[in-house]
């Protein structure tokens, strides 16, 4: 083959080189860079999956022992109405996937799971402040527990346009 062949197959075989072509497409130039957590949200998160894996103890003992909540007042139930012992064991279940829900997205730092954490939070600071003010004062634990983690959480997603929660 003439030099001038050679050159001319080089140039061609370059201009149409699949790999160079299509690099780009199948390898990204950049790779997202994964941005760490901070502390508090994974204490936050984890403080989530334990207050799931409490509801989901306590949904199962329900179920078994339905005698747990008869010394309590107000839960006195007869033999007649032993399927609100049901009711009340599936609403701790859906306490447990919620819990879950939101201590997964908060390792995985996600919007949507510290939305729900916030609200979470309000509604509790809420039936706190009521329970407080019926005289309850050892809501005043749990009304300065969500007070932190809601106003942490809030902070960090006001904060962080990404930083701590994406």
Known sequence: ???????EFQEIKEAFNPEEK???????????????NSLGIKI????????AIVYFLTGIILLYNKDLLSPLPNFNFTAGFAE????I???????AFIYAFIGYG????????????????FLNIIA???SVIQGNFVSLLNLSFNLIIGGYVFYALRKSKASQIS
């Open 84 to 87: 609100v012992y049901y009711v």
């Open 1 to 7: 083959m003439p030099k001038k062949a050679k050159k």
């Open 22 to 36: 299509f690099s780009s497409i199948l390898e990204p130039e950049t790779k997202k860079e994964k941005k760490p």
């Open 89 to 95: 064991s599936a609403v701790v279940f859906i306490f």
């Open 44 to 51: 936050i998160g984890g403080i989530c999956f334990f207050a």
């Open 106 to 121: 908060l390792f995985r730092r996600k919007k949507s799971a510290a939305f729900a954490l916030i609200i979470i939070s």
């Open 128 to 130: 706190s402040a009521i």
